[in-house]
């Protein structure tokens, strides 16, 4: 299938954008090919700059829960945005969304504003360690917290678990305060926190991970770190970008009945829109500047525009019962899936987390520790990627990114990705 129009818009991007993307994952380098540019979107499907429709298991990654150009979203939109696009000044919607977080989430009383997942989680770091006094944080292997220098770490060999720089441009001392450890590893966490917890400022993760494929934890685990953070009077930082008013209203908080310190959010909360948010108790959140000695501000943070995006998101998912109607649809697509993927000539796994789904190439179940994948199944999911768009349906292009859903999905179009499914596993 040629893609004429993208094709030309890609040759131009590349021409003036490093890599002809403004995010690496959309450049198609991990299943081959040149990414397609797209022009619209509605409901649940997107279409393309040479006019052909795909049914759309992205949602822009994560943000489209409602799926996409939802009526009351750009009705919220139109409207806000007539009467100004920023104010550089305290507005009404910042109240209110702010008070949407407060009663939606466990052990938040406030809520600072910014606009990426990457700024909540930087911010919410340095509020950890001027609230402790402390230097050192923890992450987990296979958890994204965005790209902030001291994140951008990945686990040193052997024994130590010093975070060496993961990308060109991070020097070596902007990630010497980052320890890393495995997911699922009671004894690596207990280790750790006996050598250096009187140093932790805080640990920071995703509670369901879903940046390298999805990896749900034991709650056994988790409650662990819940319980050994409070031990040594370090915070525990809940990565809910992904999760957050996902999973539940509560987020993973809810869903799995651990209240962390602080929490941040992005993707959904915004509806589409830059929004980012981290939040916590207000004897926390009280560090921050005017109130506090951290600073922490933003030229666009609490925008009106973007504020009114996600208000109207989470209205509609509070008003239309919007969490138990995406379990019910996570359901409806794990029995239309199931059969094709027992039938599959080579191992292929779901794995689901209410909305949120991922299809393992891995030889046994379900990991819950970042393994990488072997080359061979790199291989496979490229072929299945590409079988998939040609049948006119968009996946994630890379075998370690998850896939999600969106009220707009119905149980038709699981009918549909089961069918074409079938025929992509046993041609790749
Ligand atoms: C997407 C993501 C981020 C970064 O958010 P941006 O808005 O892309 O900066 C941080 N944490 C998690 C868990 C994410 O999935």
Known sequence: MTHPRSQALYERACRVIPGGVNSPVRAFRAVGGTPLFFARGEDQYLIDADGRQYLDFVGSWGPLILGHAHPAVVAAITEASRAGTTFGAPCAGEVELAERVVASYPGVEQVRFVSSGTEATMSAIRLSRAFTGRDLIVKFSGCYHGHADHLLVAAGSGLATFGQPSSAGVPEPFTACTRVLPLDDEAALEALFAREGGRIAAAIIEPVPANHGLLPQRREFLARLREITRRHGALLIFDEVI?????????????????????????????????????????????????????????????????????????????????????????????????VLGRAPFPVHLVRVGSLFWLSFHEAGAPRTAEPLPQEAVLRFGRVFHALLSERIYFPPSAYEACFLSLAHTAADFERLAASLGRALTAS
């Not at 651990?258 to 207000?282: H, Q, Y």
Request: aromatic share 6%; net charge negative.
């Open 243 to 339: 999760c957050g008013f996902r999973l539940a209203r509560g987020g993973a908080a809810e869903r799995l009945g651990l209240t962390p310190d602080l929490a941040t959010f992005g993707k959904v909360i915004g509806g589409g829109l830059p929004v980012g948010a981290f939040a916590g108790p207000r004897h926390i959140l009280s560090r921050l500047a005017p109130d506090g000695d951290t600073y922490q501000a933003g030229t666009l943070s609490g925008n009106p525009v973007a504020m009114a995006s996600g208000i109207a998101t989470l209205d509609v998912l509070i008003h239309e019962d919007g969490w138990q109607r995406l379990e019910a649809l996570g359901a409806q697509l794990e029995q239309a899936l199931r059969p």
